[in-house]
């Protein structure tokens, strides 16, 4: 045990009464308790993805790393082990990650045995690092991410942290103000580049998605000719299902109907977002089929994607009000005229880039019901919408490869060849 050993004990007692409320699965493989990994006569590679997202980034890197690293997936939510079994299990080990009490970490690397570590976006763990440093398994990041608010919190420990910061064998982020971020907590200029985000590389461009027609079906959902327009609002957050709501009230009054479905981000609210949306609101978990209804709700886990496929229009849910924003890429992908309001931060970067291709929308509370209008009257600015943003994908894509070089340099360097990381293109670069 060690003096932060003491400090997370301090912290775990002040905050008992809050973590203890919520449902969590796998203690004691939290402490590190895990089956040993068996050998597969590869060097090891432990890639940590704490959640779904990060999770779901990895499937496009790990088929490039599989054929020359034993890949072991570490994940630290339940929904995140779940996800990572139904893309990975055939092909990797996945486990749980660690508490970074110095004990649990100890016995979780006895046991996983890495030659080398990659982790996603972040989590950065002083007792995993150092003892990962002790053993000399060398840690990178991939997929670099430190957003503003996260920087503000790193920065006032940085007297702490830069050591872990400084550990990294390299930090390959995403854009220019996570590289400034990375070296202003302590990285070495020369250990952080950019290289991308591999969200683009695991956005799909397709025009269909398994499952959409059953949605459609078993909803009410109406298509095809004569069908009034359909609006998807993907990962709503507070009060966004009624502000949707009031805009889809105003659109029709110049359009005649049109179809709204929400997707509440946190299961939660479901039944608040239901009220939000009148009494008519048809929820998929009834499973009965709207009479007639326009209004939808899709209250389950796992079935937004089909949603969008459905869409006329996107709007992209928390960024309308004090949070800060969703991911705009899946839908693009699929061809959707994609709308989003000001509150962006978790994903500047992205929507950025779409603005400077013209792949997207932006724009206010204010706006929403003009927006929302104009693209549902005009079919040809939904396709230019759709096609740029499509293009802006394909043209950021790339970061997977550079980051499994990376990877499996780490795990098996070659003395003789230095590996040649190319920079990702500049937000600039995605104007058409």
Not at 174 to 179: F, W
Request: hydrophobic letters at 40%.
């Amino acid at each position: 045990m060690n003096w932060l050993d003491l400090v997370y004990l301090k912290v775990a007692g002040l905050t008992a009464p809050w973590w203890m409320l919520k449902k969590r699965h796998g203690w004691a493989e939290r402490f590190g308790k895990i089956e040993p990994v068996a050998d597969r006569g590869l060097p090891r590679l432990l890639i940590h993805a704490v959640s779904v997202g990060e999770v779901s980034a990895l499937r496009e890197l790990v088929p490039l790393l599989t054929p020359r690293a034993h890949v072991i997936i570490s994940v630290g939510t339940d929904t995140g082990i779940k996800r990572a079994r139904e893309l990975f299990a055939s092909t990797c080990d996945v486990v749980r990650y660690p508490l970074d009490a110095s004990w649990a970490v100890k016995r979780f690397l006895n046991r996983v045995r890495p030659a080398a570590v990659g982790l996603v976006e972040l989590e950065l763990w002083p007792n995993f690092v150092a003892e990962c440093t002790r053993r000399s398994i060398p840690v990178g990041v991939i997929n670099g991410r430190l957003s503003e608010r996260s920087f503000k919190g790193y920065r006032k420990l940085r007297w702490f942290m830069e050591r872990t910061f400084g550990a990294l064998k390299f930090a390959a982020v995403q854009d220019e103000d996570y590289a400034a971020r990375f070296v202003a907590m302590g990285v070495p200029p020369e250990r952080c580049m950019v290289t991308g985000n591999m969200k683009w590389d695991a956005a799909r461009v397709e025009d269909s998605v398994a499952g959409a027609d059953a949605l459609a079906r078993e909803m009410g959902i109406r298509r095809g000719p004569g069908a009034p327009p359909l609006v998807v609002v993907g990962s709503t957050g507070p009060e966004e299902e009624a502000l949707l709501y009031a805009a889809a009230e105003q659109v029709e009054q110049t359009l005649g109907p049109i179809q709204l479905l929400c997707a509440p981000r946190k299961p939660e609210r479901n039944d608040e977002a239901a009220r939000a949306m009148g009494a008519g609101v048809v929820r998929r978990t009834s499973r009965k089929p709207g009479n007639g209804s326009t209004r939808f709700l899709l209250d389950t886990i796992g079935e937004l994607r089909g949603a969008y496929a459905l869409a006329d229009v996107v709007v992209i849910g928390r960024s309308f009000g004090d949070l800060y924003g969703s991911d705009p890429t899946e839908p693009i992908g699929l061809g959707k005229a994609t709308v989003i309001g000001p509150a962006i931060k978790d994903f500047k970067a992205a929507v950025e880039a779409f603005d400077v291709a013209g792949g997207i929308v932006r724009t206010t509370r204010e706006g929403l019901t003009r927006a929302l209008t104009e693209l549902l009257r005009e079919p040809g600015k939904r396709e230019d919408l759709a096609r740029r943003g499509r293009e802006c994908i394909r043209q950021h894509q790339g970061a997977s490869a550079r980051h499994a070089e990376m990877l499996l340099e780490l795990v098996s360097p070659r003395r003789d060849v230095r590996p040649q990381v190319v920079t990702a293109p500049s937000r600039e670069s995605a104007a058409p």
